[in-house]
């Protein structure tokens, strides 16, 4: 389904009015000059003109620690219960169309083998709706990973700001659809217009087929080490990642009473593949580096015909070494 | 050629190192860490004041170390860390060679301790306005405020960890958050685990910041982390009269007895 | 279980604890709750994850046979946060477990051959839900050869079953410790595992061969398996990457885009080759 609808910018404000008290609604907030994603009451605490927010959005659907079940010990046995893992609808008010693409990466992924529960519940009561990009930094790449700073992939409704103050919207799922039904008198019908003159022009920085098939032949160059020596094995690339999925298990509490929860993880950390007995298989910081391109442009294409990366430039901003995934591919196309 | 690049062309003329560490222009428009293994990349090194990062960290880094000699290009933050691992005894004299950048930004080669030691008392620097600033803020606070205000910064925290990556002085083999026998921290981020982190983060760099601000630029939600230490590093200056970074043989007072420590705190 | 939770584990209780060596043990193991032990099903090869409520979650594979019903064993060793709380359980106790996880041996292809199992130390309980699988199904192997091989005497587990094998006339055991780890009783033999092979030297036409061990071992068998006939297609190992989910998504055990939970943890030399060396 695609059909095209015109909101003025006042009436997006009542829109969003109509869809606050029965939602919980996330949006980009500014905090001292950097935007992250929190949950907003009042429309004018949302962003509408940031280019990226620090973190992610994955959160609302893979939180930093995800209680799986709590336990209760009673006489010698144990009770489990289950929390709820989401409440309310959860609305995600003004995310890029980069992040909104990676939630159908994350939805592929936890519920390919195995349906994850907590995932696919907060997937069932998730709406997003994105706002094309009307600018761009030099750290943004979504046109050389196949997308564009307008895409509707993976958004319930997508608003581009086509004149002052008049929003441009796409509904393109019948989630979409549901929420315009809030309060459907305050669009306006009207045709597909071609949205690309007011979008950002993102220029492209790699061929991804091309990055592809390089990544995918070399495993062993001494250019992983080079281009990796800077790196520090922090994480907190993956951990604002839009599709970076790694967690860890763990047991929070005593043995009466506690909760197993699932918290992130990071294939950069040397403690990630660390066996019991001290054996590591990627001891090194350039092979744990290695793994994260390979995984994002080779092995998750090989298991779930998409790359895991979209292209948001969030590691490339927050890295505190200036780690930089574009200059990585880049150097292997020049290989 | 700049006086920098002639300083690093000469070590690597004479044989004197493997590995160069310093800082080069990236393609965001910013500086990040170079590393030069032979002369021909030497017209890349530069050094400006976007050049902050402390790069003394890569001394502890098994791939790094393993080109074998090392240089680095240090300012006044970096050198104090040399000094604060010099005392740990985590380097020695003669271990790499130090390129300092002066307060006027020039560049000087530094062959031992003692010059590190000279160089540090000539080129004391002030904390930036906003952080102290900040900081003056914090101290002024009720006691009830300052822990609202430093609850509601850890609960921004995601425990990515780094603020411990990034340090320099953060060296374990082994750190405190990764020993689950017993479980000292806690592994989800969460309020309380958060603050666990929190405390153990700061006590164990009480009286050992050398106050980079590493960890403060690092961290994605900008909590200020250095002002912790910081005002750690303050009383335990006024209880023990000492500050890290400063001498290479520093006695760390939380773990050096000294006859004249006060014992008012043993009731 | 009824629910779709896939980390909510089965309650299981202590029926038995052994004492196998030094810091190792084995937990027999029996479903609380009667409809998830009619419910369950597994192959020999597979895994699960065990659970202490408080401490966590360890991955090690079944050791029993699925061939006996009723009930599951595992055999560890007092390593980490889980193993410890796990060794400082008690007969009664409940733990948790859920899989079973990842592929398994296939014993179907197996048939009208030899089976020659290697193992080394802590590698002997995934090596020794095969044996018991087969020699249930004695029938439809040839000969079925055991070399077991450990630091010291004292280090040997399931020292009762290798007992019981030595006396089976159908089955060939061989039991080895390191020069150094034997006592003044011991009748087994004396070396490290790759060199007892050679002198062993079973054949490797229409023949199988498992190996568990320690990498060192399992990396100086190999040769020696290929010299006297085996070839890689008919050697078999399980991985033993660091794993948390045990169904592909934690990414820990991943080894390039294979994951050990889900495409192994049995896998065959000739695959074990086409994987990145990250194991
Ligand atoms: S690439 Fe950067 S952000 Fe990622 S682990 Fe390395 S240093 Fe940290
Ligand atoms: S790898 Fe980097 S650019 Fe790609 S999606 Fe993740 S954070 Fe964004
Ligand atoms: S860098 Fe910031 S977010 Fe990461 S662990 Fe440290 S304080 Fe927390």
């Not at chain 3, 495409?263 to 695959?271: L, Q, W």
């Amino acid at each position: 389904m695609n059909n095209y609808k015109l909101i003025t910018k006042q009436n997006l404000h009542s829109f969003f009015d109509a869809l606050q008290p029965k939602n919980t609604i996330i949006a980009p907030k500014e905090i001292n000059k950097k935007y992250y994603f929190k949950p907003v009451d009042k429309f004018e605490d949302i962003a509408l003109d940031y280019i990226q927010t620090v973190l992610s959005a994955k959160s609302v659907l893979f939180p930093r620690s995800d209680t799986l079940f709590n336990y209760h010990r009673a006489d010698g046995d144990y009770n489990i219960d289950e929390p709820s893992p989401i409440e309310k609808n959860t609305i995600v008010f003004g995310m890029k169309p980069c992040d909104a693409s990676s939630f159908v990466y994350l939805s592929n992924f936890f519920l390919k083998d195995y349906q994850d529960k907590n995932i696919k519940e907060r997937l069932e009561k998730l709406y997003i709706i994105s706002l094309s990009c009307k600018e761009a930094d030099n750290a943004c790449f979504c046109t050389s990973v196949g997308s564009n700073p307008a895409s509707t992939k993976g958004s319930d409704l997508n608003l581009t700001l086509i004149e002052n103050d008049t929003y441009y919207v796409e509904v393109v799922t019948e989630k979409g659809q549901e929420l315009i039904n809030y309060s459907a008198d305050l669009f306006q019908d009207t045709k597909e217009i071609d949205k690309s003159k007011y979008i950002a022009n993102v220029p492209q920085k790699f061929d991804v087929e091309q990055a592809k098939q390089n990544i995918d032949s070399i495993f062993e160059s001494p250019l992983w080490v080079k281009d990796s020596l800077a790196c520090l094995g922090c994480g907190i690339c993956a951990y604002a990642c839009p599709t970076c999925t790694c967690f860890d298990i763990q047991d929070i509490g005593s043995q009466f009473n506690g909760s197993r929860v699932r918290n992130w993880d990071s294939c950069a950390f040397d403690l990630f593949t660390k066996h019991a007995s001290g054996h590591n298989p990627r001891p090194v910081q350039s092979q744990r580096w290695r793994n994260r391109i390979k995984h994002k442009f080779e092995y998750s294409v090989e298991n779930l015909g998409l790359i895991s990366c979209v292209g948001c430039g969030r590691c490339i901003r927050s890295c505190p070494t200036s780690m930089n995934i574009v200059k990585t591919v880049q150097i292997f196309q020049g290989v | 050629m700049t006086e920098l690049q002639n300083i690093a062309k000469k070590l690597f003329d004479d044989g004197s190192i493997n590995l160069l560490i310093g800082y080069s222009n990236n393609e965001n428009g910013g500086t990040s860490a170079i590393f030069i293994d032979n002369s021909a990349d030497i017209d890349k090194l530069i050094y400006n004041e976007n050049c902050h990062q402390n790069l003394m960290v890569y001394f502890q880094k098994p791939e790094v170390k393993k080109f074998g000699k090392l240089a680095f290009v240090v300012s006044l933050p970096g050198l104090k860390s040399v000094l604060e691992i010099a005392s740990e005894n985590q380097i020695k004299d003669g271990d790499a060679y130090f390129i300092a950048i002066d307060k006027d930004g020039n560049p000087s080669l530094l062959q031992d301790f003692h010059q590190i030691e000279d160089f540090i008392t000539n080129n004391q620097t002030k904390p930036p306005m906003g952080l102290l600033k900040l900081m003056e803020k914090i101290n002024n606070m009720t006691r009830e405020e300052r822990w609202q205000y430093w609850t509601d910064e850890f609960s921004k925290c995601i425990k990515c960890y780094a603020c411990r990556s990034v340090c320099p002085l953060c060296y374990c083999t082994q750190c405190i958050t990764d020993i689950n026998i017993p479980q000292w921290i806690s592994t989800e981020s969460s309020p309380i685990g958060n603050l666990d982190w929190h405390i153990a983060r700061a006590m164990h760099l009480a009286g050992r910041c050398i106050g980079c601000g590493e960890c403060m630029k690092a961290c994605p939600v900008d909590i200020p982390l250095a002002l912790l230490t910081a005002n750690l590093n303050k009383s335990i200056a006024i209880h023990f009269g000492d500050e890290p970074g400063m001498k290479a043989d520093y006695k760390y007072p939380l773990s050096h007895y000294k006859l004249e420590d006060k014992e008012n705190f043993i009731r | 279980m009824n629910s779709q939770n896939i980390y909510l584990p089965y309650k299981m209780r202590i029926e038995k604890i052994t004492e196998e060596a030094p810091m190792v043990k084995t937990f027999k193991l029996a479903f609380v709750n009667p409809e998830d032990e009619s419910n369950f099903e597994f192959k020999t090869g597979q895994f699960g994850e065990y659970s202490v409520f408080g401490a966590g979650e360890s991955t090690f594979c079944i050791a029993s046979s699925p061939t006996h019903k009723g009930y599951i064993e595992c055999t560890f060793r007092k390593a980490g946060k889980v193993t410890t709380a796990l060794y400082n359980c008690e007969e009664g106790d409940i733990i948790g477990f859920r899989g079973p996880y990842g592929n398994n041996f296939p014993l179907e292809d197996w048939e009208g051959k030899s089976v020659l199992f290697i193992a080394g130390g802590i590698g002997l309980p995934p090596v020794r839900s095969v044996i018991w699988n087969c020699l249930d199904l004695r029938d439809k192997f040839k000969d079925i050869t055991i070399l077991y091989g450990a630091k010291t005497v004292q280090d040997l587990v399931y020292k009762n079953e290798l007992e019981e094998w030595a006396k089976r006339p159908d089955v060939k055991l061989i039991t080895t410790v390191d020069p150094g780890g034997e006592t003044p009783d011991w009748k087994g033999e004396v070396g490290f595992v790759p060199s007892i092979l050679k002198k062993a030297s079973p054949k490797g036409e229409n023949a199988v061969a498992i190996v568990c061990g320690p990498p060192i071992m399992i990396k100086l068998t190999l040769p020696i398996l290929l010299e006297i006939g085996f070839t890689e297609e008919s050697i078999f190992t399980t991985l033993e990457n660091r794993m948390k989910c045990g169904i592909g998504q934690c990414g820990h055990c991943a080894v390039g885009p294979y994951y050990v939970c889900k495409d192994g943890p049995v896998i065959n030399y000739a695959d074990l080759q086409l994987l990145p060396v990250e194991y």
